[in-house]
Structure formats: structure tokens, C-alpha cells
């Protein structure tokens, strides 16, 4: 019985450390996707783009998964008329994840 809790308590803690660097990464591919689309969008006053991305940071908060994030840069997109596709921001999205992801396995 002894083996069993273990390897139930290896997976438990294998499942919070992967649910931990998975939002590790996401907060990190956040940061920098909300630095590109304040390019994107024209901002250069570093304390306004810090704001700005400190609002796609936030709204990752909103719901599960990344379309919140989507649905508010995609808005703000639409309101000053920077064209870009929604294939092409989710997968700027994606992009920049695989990219941060990768600086994590390189730590480990």
C-alpha cells in the first residue's frame, strides 16, 4: 500500500508543479504579448505601455484559458484599426508561449 500513496503523491506534486510553471509561463508570455501589441497599437510612453500591459496581465484573470486575453487585445485592435487577423493573433499568442515554454525547460 506504501508504493501506491507514493506514486500518488509523486503525481499530486508532479501536478502542481506543472500547474505552477504553466502559469508561470502564460504570465510571462502575457507580459511580452502585451508589449507587442502596445507596439502594435502605437503606444511608446514607457508608463503607458507598462499600464497596458499590466491591463492584458489582468485580464488573463477573467475567465479560464486565453481568450480573455484574446477578446481584449483584439478590442483594442479594433478601436484604433490595427488589422490583424484573429488566426494571426492567436498565433502570436501560441509563438510566444512555445517561446517562453522553452526558457523553462532550458532552467530545469
Not at 82 to 102: F, N, P
Request: aromatic share 10%; proline share 0%; no cysteine.
Amino acid at each position: 500500500m506504501s508504493g501506491f500513496k507514493d506514486r500518488e503523491k509523486a503525481a499530486e506534486a508532479k501536478f502542481v508543479h506543472d500547474e505552477a510553471t504553466k502559469f508561470k509561463i502564460e504570465a510571462r508570455r502575457n507580459k511580452i504579448l502585451g508589449q507587442w501589441a502596445a507596439e502594435q497599437l502605437g503606444i511608446t510612453a514607457a508608463s503607458e505601455i507598462e499600464t497596458y500591459v499590466g491591463e492584458v496581465i489582468a485580464s488573463d484573470f477573467e475567465e479560464a484559458g486565453d481568450e480573455d486575453v484574446f477578446r481584449k487585445i483584439r478590442a483594442d485592435f479594433d478601436a484604433k484599426g490595427v488589422t490583424i487577423s484573429d488566426d494571426d493573433l492567436h498565433g502570436k499568442m501560441r509563438t510566444l508561449y512555445a517561446e517562453v515554454a522553452q526558457t523553462f525547460e532550458t532552467k530545469d
